[in-house]
């Protein structure tokens, strides 16, 4: 079965820094890019930042370019957003998802105040 | 700011079908096929349909997805009240992936 489980997260002051980490389980990680999505409290979907598989293709959304690195660790089936310089505008629930958007993790709260 | 539209609210009784309808362009559905999320309150979104009209494994056949040039719709046949909750569309736009404005479905 395919668990995707978010940590990291927590409360940080406007031009901070936190790292997100995507534990991945279940399938063949190093096969299935990787995407991060976040979800702005009471709006819609937001997506951020794509990785493919062997980590050539990467990819970010205008509103994180410059801020945010997203990484993988194939060994560790691990993916991972390095985001920095935080906005209040950040504050968001992420969740990190498998290639597709077929598996979801259940999200966790980053809050910029 | 989304790039694809949807009403804002839908709503039907149990047993009826209801359509919710995806407002793109030529760059994002008129290019690339549509995805289809559920939201249940509180919970991570859920893919119902990929390549426009394809179903995961486990999702009931009640739901359908289409796309006709630069639009695309859900419907749900046979309303529930579990399938009360917030839907999104999705579509790759050259190289961003953009989601729609979600419409929240009411089981009266």
């Known amino acids: 079965e395919v668990h995707l489980v978010e940590s990291g997260g927590g409360l940080v002051q406007p031009g901070g820094s936190l790292r997100l980490s995507c534990a991945a389980s279940g399938f063949e990680f190093r096969t299935y890019s990787m995407t991060w999505v976040r979800q702005a409290p009471g709006t819609g979907l937001e997506w951020i930042s794509y990785i493919n598989s062997g980590a050539t293709s990467i990819l970010y959304a205008d509103s994180v370019r410059g801020r945010f690195t997203i990484a993988r660790d194939n060994a560790k089936n691990s993916l991972s957003l390095q985001m920095n310089n935080l906005r209040v505008e950040d504050t968001a629930v992420y969740y990190c998802?498998?290639?597709?958007?077929?598996?979801w993790g259940q999200g966790i709260l980053v809050t910029v105040s | 700011q989304s790039v694809l539209t949807q009403p804002p609210s839908a709503s039907g009784t149990p047993g009826q079908g209801v359509t919710i309808s995806c407002s793109g362009g030529f760059s994002n559905i008129g290019r690339n096929h549509v995805y289809w999320f559920q939201q249940l309150p509180g919970m991570a979104p859920k893919l119902l349909i990929f390549?426009?009209?394809q179903r995961p494994s486990g999702v009931p056949d009640r739901f359908s997805g289409s796309k006709s040039v630069t639009s695309a719709s859900l419907t749900i046949s046979g309303l529930r009240s579990e399938d009360e909750a917030t839907y999104f569309c999705g579509a790759w736009d050259d190289t961003d992936f953009v989601f729609g404005t979600g419409t929240t479905l009411t089981v009266l």
């Open positions: 390549r426009s009209d």
């Open positions: 998802a498998k290639s597709g958007f077929d598996y």
